[in-house]
């Protein structure tokens, strides 16, 4: 059965092209509630613990200094099938490869650059949630 919960991430590329705003309105016409959000800079550090699972990955360096670079928005989000359908609203990883409408095709430069973090389960998406908010930070 799906979760009804989400976790994302606006990366340094679309913080930096001042893209929080229109990615949290498009979030919300998808009809997401936001149970947490943060605004934040990860160290290289954290987002190397984040992104462990791709540590023997080659581009793993190049990701933790991405993700370390500028400042980020994490958010926790709420909807019935979260998960699936955060996936589909943000498009597929290359934005040249994304869905006309979804948030990469509209906010993303590259694969390596594009936009926006999501879930790819809900495991994950209890996972990532855990990493960066406390219970006390939840609504």
Known sequence: MAGNKTFTMIKPDAVEMNNIGPILAMINNAGYKVEALKYMKLTKEQAGLFYAVHKERPFFGELTEYMSGGPIVAAILVKENA??????????????KAEDGTIRKIFAKSIAANA???SD??????????????QLERF
């Open 83 to 96: 998960v699936a359908d955060y996936r589909k609203l943000i498009g597929a990883t290359d934005p040249s």
């Open 116 to 118: 926006v973090h999501g």
């Open 121 to 134: 389960s809900d495991e994950n998406a209890e996972i990532e949630s855990n990493f960066f908010f406390s």
